[in-house]
């Protein structure tokens, strides 16, 4: 079977038909055959991208084995997949996907006396640890993937953590696998004793195995890589250890070990029995500077003699990243002592405080020794520590976000030496890319000898050939070291080649062997480890040569993606000037490098369409690879294409991607950009049209306010209303207001061209809530300022108000958002430009003055405007800061808030802040919840076809927080959906009404609020 690369001019068909219509009826599972998801499944973290010839989303163990039964019979390969966030291509293959992660992530079996537990492979590794906490207990290999990589695919990776030097890799924590193999047959691998239970043919292939290992024992030991940081090729030192770490504390065969490190491509794993460590009582870190990454580099070798659990590199690339950054910068400067080099994060643990600081003392004393005293920061504060770990990882999420086509390409990028080379390697390998015209950044492993760097590459253009010469020069210092040429990410498409290279031709024929012995036929994930193809074979990437744009006239500005970047500076070129068709938007979606941060689901928002359907089509990662496709022409010659509709579907543009994204996809900007692409084609239907132009019959719908608000009280008629409108009748709307606040005021509240702050109301506060609007007057004048209240150019009795254009963006319409964030300008700006802050309520229009405005091409105003608008609770939050704030507050009745912020506040770092200002109220004990999108998001949840999934969304964690709250805490909101989201969901059983955190300010003023 030969590969079926994704050429995206000719793409193919979809594949549907027999075969898969049949495994299709087999299964209980998902059989996707169609092209886009298909696409979707063609790429992993690598630079690689081949077209699966179907996937399969398992519903169940025995889902696999009548799959792996039917490519059996056929004849047809098999890739096994967890989360996908491979870097070297091991995902990626012309077979049928079977994809772990969705449905099998159960734990089997706990013990918690003898600290193991048997899991399924698709359990996400900080979902296993954030179970076992409470035992006390944790899987140790913790690599930076945990949020988002299987155990499954750690096992197939045999992947290493930070912690490697002190709990070892996968292989050192595997105990047992339960396997199938590509004939059917399944069995428990383990150690050696457990052979007598096992079916014959397994009798016969560990027969067969331990025969070839006896055979090969000196060729191991010569040839093995004497480093514990060694994961290319197949395991075959489990017959003769070489490995710095025991494999086994008796130095006993253990099965599961070979399978672990071997990439699919022997069996498919069922489930792994693992060994647990318990939780360390207390870390402490010491921070070592340095004058130079040499420097650095010869000491890691001494620092490790000090049993540290890690011991990780930082250099001035990643510390000057840091401190670009004003959020990092107080961090990382408390780690500093002047300008250093390089600095490395030496981390001990311990049974308690004073032996994990007795440590640090020591580190202290070291570096008196080596010559290096005065060099040591002290870090015993958990936070501090934790604080310090994150910035380590942004600076490789800023580097990764490097614009243009020359981008940070692993290829290289673990290999392992041994600790007295380091330093030497070090310099040599970056002598070698300045010959190459190109850098790389350093971070990592510096305990292990196993350093991370990407050197920037253009894989469109010469990066293939100056990837193989840097890769070839790279492998000879690997050699002259006695190190590993793949010590951490395995070898996939781009490092197989190298499995000879690293093992000589007589183990290579032993890794052909052992793949033989498991899998004849060669179907399970063909062309890894064993028979590879090379590593720059064109037509295998990502960007094959016969990649092209499709042409699109977009209606936001991209041109700051559009660029091309120095690889030695980083220098970027003029806006406009990257030569893409799209005029930067394929650029600004390839940014995308398919690491698969995006499937997390505890911390922070993105993504939330995933957390509810774990499908790849609903995650950020998936919509960007389906827009990448479009734009490549895959679905035909127009970007707006069915494939996309369908993926950005489930999309609530809550910007979560835009923040927590480290390239910084911002796919609530790409849907506005498609919606616009897809409108200008095929229109919008009535019941989104009415949604869009809602600013512009606002007026009407309030004079006839009564009439409006009877749907929501006779069900029939909501009923008849979802017919033309498709809003579901479920939902109760929200309620008009006769008596708005713009209309109230419009005689008293004048425009005041002295006013510190210009409150700009928007027409969901206007027509639905103006006490908002009302109290955020009373709170602001409390405090001693002047208000005025934004108004347009024309006001006069029949203008209508100002409007950020927010609907008309959710549905494309950017013209009409164009006009109103016009007159939005010409009435802000010279506010603005005397000084004045605007102030808005409702966080999603607010935003839009602070984000879409600056892609709308409105000019300089668009960015003073945006320089000087805030939220109100941040504008409190600001002034209480810098002591300008004179607000006189009680304590209120109710002692308690639970706070939820609104996805676009979370966005743009905005959350703290209503904490901040809610926490101006005497007695007011305010807690966050953590939670994602409330599911409402505009008009998303409104509409029958998305009803279910804004449920499921706000089921997640916002829902069970607000019932678990008391009658006496307040539930605070400042997103008008999110507060109705609150309410609709509530209205049977204990009915709760969130209030926006301004109206809680004013209740507490002193003098009485009117809210
Ligand atoms: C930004 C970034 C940082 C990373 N940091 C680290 C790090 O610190 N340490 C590290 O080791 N790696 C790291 N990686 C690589 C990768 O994340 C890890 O190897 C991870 O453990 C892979 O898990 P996964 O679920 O994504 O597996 P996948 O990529 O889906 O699969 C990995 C391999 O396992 C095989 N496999 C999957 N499921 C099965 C199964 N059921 N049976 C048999 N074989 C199976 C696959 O075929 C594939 O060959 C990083 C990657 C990225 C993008
Ligand atoms: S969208 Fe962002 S987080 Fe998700 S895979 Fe792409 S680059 Fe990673
Ligand atoms: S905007 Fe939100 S829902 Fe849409 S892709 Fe980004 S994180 Fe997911």
């Not at 070297?88 to 013990?111: E, M, N, P, W, Y």
């Not at 709170?779 to 209508?800: E, F, N, Q, W």
């Not at 994602?932 to 964690?957: I, K, N, P, Q, T």
Request: aromatic letters at 6%; a neutral charge; one cysteine or more.
């Amino acid at each position: 079977m030969t590969a079926t690369v994704v050429k995206p001019l000719n793409f193919h068909p979809p594949a549907d038909g027999e075969p898969w219509a049949r495994l299709r009826r087999e299964v209980t599972g998902d059989v996707l055959t169609d092209a886009a998801s298909r696409g979707r499944y063609a790429t992993d973290a690598s630079i690689y991208q081949v077209e699966p010839l179907a996937v399969l989303v398992p519903a169940s163990d025995d889902d696999v084995r009548i799959a792996m039964t039917f490519c059996a019979e056929r004849g047809i390969p098999m890739l096994p997949r967890g989360a996908g966030s491979s870097q070297c291509g091991q995902t990626v293959g012309a077979a049928l996907v079977i994809d772990h992660s969705k449905h099998l992530d159960r734990v089997v079996a706990f013990d918690a006396d003898a600290r193991t537990v048997t899991v399924e492979p698709g359990i996400v590794l900080d979902r296993l640890n954030g179970w076992l906490r409470r035992h006390g207990l944790w899987f140790p290999v913790d690599v930076s993937t945990s949020a988002q990589c299987t155990l499954g695919g750690m096992a197939g990776n045999n992947s290493c953590g930070s912690r490697s030097l002190a709990y070892g890799n996968m292989v050192h924590n595997v105990l047992a696998i339960d396997a199938r193999l590509a004939d059917g047959t399944q069995a428990r691998f383990g150690p050696e004793n457990d052979r007598a239970d096992a079916p014959p043919r397994i009798r016969d292939l560990l027969g067969k195995l331990r025969a070839l290992g006896a055979r090969e024992r000196d060729e191991i030991a010569r040839v093995v890589p004497k480093v514990m940081r060694r994961v290319g090729g197949y395991n075959a030192d489990v017959f003769n250890p070489q490995s710095e770490r025991p494999y086994t504390s008796d130095g006993s065969i253990n099965y599961a070990q070979l399978l672990v490190g071997s990439e699919g491509t022997l069996a498919w794993t069922r489930t792994l029995t693992l060994a647990l460590a318990p939780l360390p009582a207390h870390r402490t870190l010491g921070v070592v500077n340095f004058r130079s990454l040499r420097e650095a580099m010869d000491c890691a070798q001494h620092l490790v003699a000090l049993a540290p659990s890690a011991v990780e590199l930082v250099d001035r690339t990643m510390i000057e990243l840091a401190r670009a950054n004003p959020a990092f910068r107080p961090v990382i400067e408390q780690a500093l002592i002047d300008a250093p080099d390089a600095i490395l994060l030496v981390e001990f643990t311990g049974e308690d405080a004073v032996s994990a600081q007795r440590q640090l003392g020591r580190l202290d004393a070291l570096l008196g020794d080596l010559g290096l005293p005065g060099r040591l920061v002290k870090l015993a504060d958990v936070a501090a520590q934790k604080a310090l770990w994150e910035v380590r990882k942004a600076g490789l999420n800023i580097m990764m976000s490097l614009r243009g086509d020359g981008k940070p390409v692993s290829f290289i990028e673990d290999c392992a030496v041994p600790l007295a080379h380091l330093g030497e390697y070090v310099d040599r390998l970056t002598a070698i890319f300045t010959r190459h015209g190109t850098r790389g950044t350093w971070y990592a492993h510096a305990s292990v000898g196993t350093l991370h760097v990407r050197p920037i590459l253009d894989m469109r253009r010469d990066g293939a050939q100056k990837m193989r010469a840097i890769a070839e020069e790279a492998a000879e210092l690997v050699r002259t070291y006695k190190g590993a040429f793949s010590g951490e990410h395995g070898d996939g498409l781009v490092r197989s080649e190298w499995v000879a290279w690293q093992f000589g031709p007589r183990l290579t024929k032993a890794f052909e062997e052992i793949k033989h012995l498991f899998d004849p036929a060669a179907l399970m994930n063909p062309g890894k480890i064993v028979h590879a193809t090379r590593m720059d074979d064109a037509t295998l990437f990502r960007f094959p040569p016969t990649h092209r744009t499709l042409q699109v006239e977009p209606g936001l500005d991209w041109s700051s993606w559009n660029v091309q970047n120095d690889p030695m500076t980083g220098t970027l070129t003029a806006p406009g000037t990257g030569g893409d068709p799209a005029q930067g938007f394929a650029k600004a979606v390839e940014m995308c490098n398919n690491n698969g941060h995006c499937r997390k689901f505890d911390a922070g928002t993105m993504c939330p369409s995933y957390r509810v359907t774990r499908d790849e089509i609903h995650l950020t990662r998936g919509r960007a690879n389906t827009l990448r496709l479009a734009l490549a022409g895959a679905f035909g010659d127009d970007v707006a294409s069915n494939e996309v509709r369908d993926a950005l579907a489930l999309c609530v543009s809550c910007k979560g991607c835009r923040r927590e994204c480290p390239t910084g996809v911002d796919m609530a900007r790409m849907k506005i950009e498609f919606e616009h692409q897809w409108q200008r084609t095929h229109g919008l239907p009535f019941g989104d049209r009415l949604i869009a132009w809602m600013p512009r019959w606002a007026p009407y719908a309030t004079a006839l306010a009564p009439l409006f608000n009877v749907r929501n009280r006779v069900p029939s008629l909501a009923r008849w209303t979802e017919r033309w409108t498709g809003i579901d009748a479920r939902r109760s709307l929200p309620h008009w207001r006769g008596r708005t606040f713009l209309r109230e005021h419009r005689g008293d509240v004048r425009e005041d061209t002295t006013a510190d702050v210009v409150l700009f109301v928007d027409t969901f506060t206007d027509r639905f809530e103006p006490e908002n609007a009302h109290a955020a007057v009373a709170v602001l004048r409390a405090a001693g300022l002047r208000v005025s209240i934004a108004k347009p150019h024309d006001a006069g009795r029949s203008s209508r108000p100002l409007c950020c254009g927010r609907t008309f963006l959710a549905y494309g319409l950017i013209d009409e958002a164009r006009r109103e964030a016009t007159r939005m300008l010409e009435a802000l700006t010279p506010h603005v430009a005397r000084g004045a802050t605007v102030v808005g309520l409702e966080p999603s229009c607010l935003f839009t003055l602070r984000d879409e405005f600056l892609g709308m091409r409105l000019g300089g105003d668009a960015a003073r405007v945006a320089e000087h608008a805030l939220l109100i609770d941040a504008f409190i939050a600001r002034e209480h800061a810098a002591g300008r704030l004179a607000l006189a507050l009680a304590p209120l009745p109710q002692r308690r808030a639970l706070v939820h912020a609104h996805c676009h506040q979370k966005a743009f770092g905005a959350a703290d802040d209503v904490l901040t200002a809610l926490r101006l109220i005497p007695d007011l004990d305010v807690e966050a919840i953590e939670s994602s999108c409330c599911g409402m998001a505009g008009a998303f949840g409104y509409h029958r076809d998305r009803y279910d999934v804004s449920m499921r969304m706000a089921e997640l964690a916002l829902l069970p927080a607000v019932r678990g709250a008391g009658d006496d805490t307040l539930i605070v909101a400042d997103g008008t959906s999110c507060r109705h989201q609150i309410a609709d969901a509530t209205r049977t059983g204990n009915p709760r009404e969130p209030m926006h955190a301004i109206r809680v300010l004013a209740r507490a003023l002193r003098n009485g609020g009117n809210a």
